[in-house]
């Protein structure tokens, strides 16, 4: 008789085994709807795809599509249910199969999901099951996949410095068999350890390499989900650096990626971390905007346990606002939901906020009751999460770990008790002290505005008095200047040239002189009733006076002015006359003084720097030095012109310190002087 099973024939029990496992031991009615809300269009098509080719691959191919599966439901999707179902699958097919290595890998996916479900000592001995065999199999792969799993766990631990080496060790071993999604996986935990362990600088340079690695891996969902992780991590590592406009600059690329790849789930959160971002710049009225977005989001993604969290940010935004019936209303429609889902942490915030609500609507009433609602709410988690803590010093102990710590954690834990009590005591006077800190605080700021306002007219008259002085010095400045330039000594030395011009009957060269005269002294004239006037008009100046000398000169006197193609003079503005005493310095201290065969010549250039013009104009006269014994003056002394000058150059650059105008002696190789150079730095207008 053969053998039965439950009264069938074994053999007709093996072929309906077999079958089952070849239609992907996954009953039908148990598959995501293609219109889930909660899953993107991309990875549904991702499982869709896998799903097609699990009916067409051989039974001992299916395990490595089981596998893909299992991580893709547990990590990119998020449904567990469905993901230990495929893990069951590999059970199965490797039991039939009598495989060592499917039995490994069966291991490692009980690994996963026990990590996944809470259960990390149970992870950490899958874990290391499947890390001996890989090591006895030389596969480097799954060794490296063994160990950024262990490192998970180990960092969920609170063994950061462990989990940091062994994560090191896996990124390596990825590097060399050039997985870069591994790569990124392990960049990926080795940046959320320092942030841990408070090294932001070190978290974002992780970050970085982790979505590099992202970007180098295969485009299929697994790794475009880590991109956006990485992304996401990025914003939180500068946000909480407190350099929002990266962090901001992050979270819009998630966002980005997010509605490309159809998460609405990661959208929002995007969404709601860019208002979060605008909410810490003051930017209330743009951060509502997202809150609002991604509320939006989250409801038509039915996922009610996360809208509590983005109705709560709302009410906070309304209450910065101070638009209080609408942060009310956000806030008590967050209160219900975070109860119905027994968020505690959600509920914590909701009531500190309603207490600073209430406050703010002079109800301090209800703001102590909220306030005492809070305080409980802090204590159960308080409560909690030491026995939480409590729990994984457990299985620090079970793992190899000492127990010391748990003892630790418990006066840690009597520690909060006492300090709740304490809190406690301190709430009862609140109400009285809250009254009274806001008489207090109003009368300081009404005393600060008064002495702010007295201040501020104080400094609008000490400030009309310097700019009463700065006129008045620069009326002054500009009518010696004025002076100087209308040189007596200059003036009458053309009139007798123009004289001379006309005994000699050379009546052309006179007219011509006498019209470079007076449109010489017209030009200066008009300047010195400005301001500022244009490049163009103070090197026409500039030029009529330079003929001028040049005729005097008999045209031994060559001139050039040099201007930067990026200057346009007509539309570039300057003091009046700051450039005609250097030019008049140099004719007569160093042109005028060498022998009457040799032409002297001037070069005038004119370059932009910054919000200054830098002018240069240099000779090749016979130098200060030679020009100073020539003339029998005392050596370094200035004259009237170039004082004036330099006197309205400080004023004009408004009390700047640093020398404006730079005399240098230009000498050959044989320490002979060949001229001088003037470099001058006039403000723009």
């Not at 978290?203 to 299929?220: D, Y």
């Not at 330039?485 to 050379?506: A, T, V, Y």
Request: with cysteine.
């Amino acid at each position: 008789m053969k053998p039965c099973f439950f009264g069938l024939p074994l053999a007709l029990v093996l072929v309906v085994t077999s079958l089952f496992l070849h239609a992907q031991v996954i009953p039908e009615k148990s598959r995501p709807k293609a219109n889930n809300p909660l899953v993107s269009p991309l990875a549904q098509a991702e499982v869709d795809s896998l799903q097609l080719l699990l009916r067409l691959t051989p039974l001992t191919g299916k395990i490595a599509i089981y596998g893909q599966l299992c991580f893709t439901y547990a990590s990119t999707i998020g449904n567990l249910e469905r993901a230990h179902q495929y893990a069951d699958s590999i059970q199965l097919v490797a039991t039939q199969l009598k495989s060592k290595a499917a039995l490994s890998t069966a291991t490692f996916y009980a690994g996963m999901l026990a990590r996944l479900d809470g259960q990390p000592a149970e992870a950490l001995r899958h874990f290391n099951q499947h890390l001996a065999f890989c090591k006895t199999t030389k596969d480097s792969a799954g060794v490296a996949n063994s160990l950024i799993h262990i490192a998970v766990v180990n960092n969920e631990l609170g063994n950061y410095d462990k989990s940091l080496a062994i994560s090191y060790q896996a990124m390596n071993l990825y590097e060399k068999i050039g997985d870069w999604y591994g790569v990124a996986r392990s960049a990926m935990n080795i940046g959320m350890l320092f942030v841990s362990m408070k090294k932001g600088e070190d978290a974002i340079e992780m970050f970085q390499k982790s979505l590099a690695s992202f970007t180098r891996a295969s485009p299929n969902v697994n790794a475009k989900m880590g991109k956006l992780r990485a992304l996401i991590n990025l914003g939180d590592a500068y946000a909480k650096m407190k350099q929002y406009e990266k962090a901001r600059r992050f979270f819009k690329q998630s966002l980005a990626l997010s509605q490309s790849i159809g998460s609405p789930r990661t959208a929002a959160t995007s969404l709601g971390n860019i208002g979060e971002v605008l909410t810490a710049t003051n930017q209330y009225d743009s951060a509502l905007v997202y809150h609002l977005r991604a509320l939006a989001m989250r409801e038509q993604a039915l996922q009610r346990d996360k809208m509590a969290i983005n109705l709560t940010w709302i009410g906070e935004t309304y209450l910065a606002l101070k638009k209080y019936p609408q942060a009310q209303a956000a806030l008590l429609r967050a209160l219900a939901l975070a109860q119905e889902y027994h968020s505690k942490p959600t509920q914590r915030d909701v009531y500190e906020k309603l207490s600073v609500l209430s406050a703010a609507q002079q109800d301090f009433k209800k703001a102590y009751h909220y306030h005492q609602l809070f305080a409980l709410t802090q204590d159960s988690i308080l409560n909690e999460e030491s026995a939480r803590r409590l729990s994984e010093l457990q299985t620090k102990y079970e793992t190899g770990e000492k127990d010391k710590q748990i003892a630790l954690l418990a006066k840690e834990k009597q520690v909060q008790q006492k300090e709740a009590q304490r809190q406690k005591l301190q709430q009862r006077a609140l109400v009285g002290g809250l009254l009274l800190v806001l008489v207090i605080a109003w009368l300081f700021i009404y005393l600060l505005r008064q002495r702010l306002k007295n201040q501020k007219i104080v400094l609008l008259k000490n400030q009309e008095i310097q700019e009463s002085n700065l006129k008045r010095q620069m009326t002054e400045l500009e009518m010696k200047a004025l002076r100087a330039q209308m040189n007596p000594h200059f003036i009458f030395n053309c009139m007798n040239s123009i004289n001379r011009m006309i005994l000699d009957g050379e009546t052309d060269g006179a007219s011509r002189y006498l019209v470079k005269l007076s449109k010489l002294i017209r030009l200066i004239l008009e300047n010195t009733e400005k301001s500022f006037v244009s490049l163009a008009n103070e090197l026409t100046m500039l030029d009529a006076y330079l003929q001028l000398e040049n005729l005097r000169f008999k045209g031994r006197i060559g001139y050039a002015f040099r201007v930067d193609e990026a200057i346009d003079p007509e539309i570039t503005f300057i003091p009046p006359m700051v450039l005609q005493p250097f030019v008049e310095n140099a004719i007569w201290h160093g042109l005028m003084h060498k022998e009457k065969t040799e032409e002297g010549t001037i070069c005038i250039s004119i370059a932009e720097k910054e919000d200054t013009l830098i002018c240069v104009i240099e000779d090749n006269g016979v130098g200060r030095e030679m020009a100073t014994k020539l003339e029998r003056k005392p050596v370094g002394r200035k004259s009237l012109g170039l004082q004036i000058t330099e006197e309205r150059l400080r004023l004009f650059h408004k009390g700047k310190m640093g020398r404006f105008v730079q005399i240098t002696d230009l000498k050959d190789a044989g320490n002979q002087a060949t001229g001088t150079r003037v470099d001058i730095q006039v403000p723009l207008g």
